[in-house]
């Protein structure tokens, strides 16, 4: 592997890696904080 090629993956996997952080802080902040949030989420409608 040449550096350019070592360096474009690393460079694209942390790309990804920010703005699959950057999606959990949108999910954190657009999550209701009282009662119903992400661990409410699916809503079952079961016996559980």
Not at 13 to 36: K, M, Q, V, W, Y
Request: glycine fraction near 8%; aromatic fraction near 12%.
């Amino acid at each position: 592997m040449s550096y350019n090629a070592t360096r474009t993956i690393f460079c694209f996997a942390t790309d990804r890696f920010r703005l699959f952080i950057h999606g959990i802080d949108n999910l954190e902040a657009l999550s209701p904080r009282h009662g119903s949030g992400v661990t409410h989420w699916p809503p079952s409608h079961g016996p559980e």
